[in-house]
């Protein structure tokens, strides 16, 4: 039969009590589906900064490039600043293997608490298609007069033709296999040259997909949107600075925000995808196995989608939905079930 | 009696319509708190442009910058594109009158439709202190190997420690005014030049306010707090376009984005500040008179405040609450009545 190789990195905190729930319920995915894997485990954490001084080793993007995928659970840890444990490993990955699309599905799920009214599950159904390489995330500026009362600091973002293209050819055809409908954020009414240069690539490449209909809204206005009429939307492309806000307000409109998942994928397949739950490392409920797995498995979910393997995706899928309605819960959802108790009830829903 | 001289920028389509129903309350405010305005009427606005080619004229600014305020509709028309309507007449105001303060009330009033479940009036009252007058709305940057493949666009955004330090004590001297928490938000864990320095001299500014409770949000988690949480929050700080997103997200969040007011304040008075609603020109309801007057008559409210009749500002508020739950209602709000029978409505119930 297939079988994938995945590097598996479980990271900080719950991404180690939760992870190892995504390879049960994926391994019991690939039994009924008729394919394996092999979980290459790898330490890559700040754990293992406290011990090597950095988050992996020097040739480790090297070791996992012909993997399959990889599957990440969560990275950080107090007292390891952002620029070490995120810049020494996560950024690096989506940067260095392209992974330039950061998916996001957006979607209100039967039995989840969302803070809006007058909204019913399915009402919402939408993905974000969020850059995940360039753009606003940058570590380029500088600080003129630095330490006197002149002191200006200027940050750059830098975008690209080719990667803007990409993502916008990326969304268009998503939404070509969805409901045919695609928006995308931008400020060209602040942001001056950016962002007129995004509405222009987006104009150009609308183009090319005479069937899909376009949209452009101010990132303010679509906020606004997000929240008073979440259901108009199919698919919608951002920076990676928008796409981010945009992300985590999507998923806390659904309810979502500690179960959502994440894929980064390079969608030609020359290097790995990645995918994560959105949720972080959670050192304050780590131990206590009361994380909730959904996240992650939602994330193996995804990744399944990006194996070929869309049969064995949507059955776990249905087997979230399923727990979600009827429980085991982790006391975040209201109930009083360990990590494993979840995890154990979505691999049998299967 | 103490007389105010207001500059009044009606700019365009519903501008027009709704500037007159913020004078007709701000003078029976006048004429029951003893003192009265000599409203100056500027023809400024993309209707002007099409005749003289420019927004304002090239004096415009010293024209009224003896002014005590400025009192502004909405600017925009079809056709005429951004980088001329905003940066031909609002920004420049924002930038040369030194408004580095866009202050941005967030109120869950009675009478309005807010999309979240579970919250009541009363229960959502924050305020959101935007920068102004810098960072990333910015028209500096480059088109590198424009026309190519190979093109890369760079965008600069340009923070100063004067900038940044001014405005988070303005914050701070608010919060000690409220209920003394503040918060703010950055993206340091991305854009990673400014944002650190964010973080940076709000911790140092911090420490000049020992009686003030403050705490650091990632962006994303703060949008997502809006809609989860928005009760515990006081003071909202954040970069100008932060600020923005935040806004608009406040307003839809409380219902109240068609009519959301905003004052773009010079807090030492060097210089008019100036008051304007969120919404836009609306050029589609142009001259049906069902124009929502609310939101210019609310940034009325906060020029009395700004000019010291605190006393004349709550009365206003307190009518507009009044007409908010008794009626009577533009089309927006479920009603059937004009621009014109709102603004009496208020004006009466003063
Ligand atoms: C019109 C636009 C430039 C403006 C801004 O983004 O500042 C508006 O959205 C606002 O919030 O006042
Ligand atoms: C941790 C952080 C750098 C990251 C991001 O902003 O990309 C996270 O918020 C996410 O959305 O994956």
Redesign the pocket.
């Known amino acids: 039969g297939r079988c994938y190789r995945i590097a598996t990195i479980p990271g900080d905190g719950i991404g180690k009590e939760v992870v190892p729930e995504g390879i049960r319920v994926l391994d019991r995915a690939g039994a009924l589906f008729g394919f394996s894997f092999e979980w290459d485990q790898l330490p890559w954490s700040c754990e293992y900064y406290s011990v090597h001084g950095e988050m992996m080793p020097a040739d480790g993007l090297d070791a996992i490039r012909n993997h399959d995928a990889i599957f990440l659970g969560a990275v950080g840890f107090p007292g390891v600043p952002?620029h070490i444990s995120?810049w020494g490993l996560?950024?690096p990955i989506r940067r260095r293997f392209e992974q330039y699309v950061?998916l996001r599905p957006i979607r209100l799920m039967p039995g989840m608490n969302t803070p809006l009214a007058n909204v019913a599950p399915g009402s919402i159904d939408f993905v974000i298609v969020r850059e995940n390489t360039e753009g606003e995330?940058s570590d380029q500026g500088s600080i003129l007069a630095e330490g006197t009362a002149q002191e200006t600091v200027v940050q750059h973002s830098v975008f690209t033709r080719r990667g803007v293209d990409r993502l916008l050819d990326y969304g268009f055809r998503l939404a070509e296999k969805r409901d045919g409908k695609l928006c995308w954020a931008t400020k060209s009414n602040g942001i001056f040259v950016a962002m007129p240069y995004w509405d222009a690539r987006a104009e150009l490449i609308a183009g090319r997909f005479p069937g899909v209909e376009t949209s452009r809204y101010h990132i303010d206005i679509l906020a606004a949107h997000f929240v008073r009429d979440p259901g108009r939307f199919d698919v919608v492309v951002a920076s990676?600075l928008m796409g981010?806000i945009l992300?985590?307000l999507g998923a806390a409109c659904t309810g979502t925000i500690g179960v959502a998942p994440?894929a980064n994928l390079n969608p030609a397949g020359e290097y790995p995808s990645m995918f994560?739950p959105?949720h972080?490392s959670a050192p304050d409920i780590f131990g206590r196995n009361i994380a909730n797995p959904i996240g992650q498995i939602w994330s193996g979910a995804m990744m399944l989608e990006q194996l070929g393997e869309a049969e064995a995706a949507r059955a776990v899928m249905d087997a979230i939905e399923c727990v979600m309605i009827e429980g085991p819960r982790t006391p975040d959802m209201g109930g009083r079930e360990s990590t494993q108790a979840v995890g154990k009830a979505i691999a049998e829903a299967m």
């Open positions: 952002d995120l996560l950024l950061n995330y990676n981010d992300s985590d994440s994560e959105v972080g």
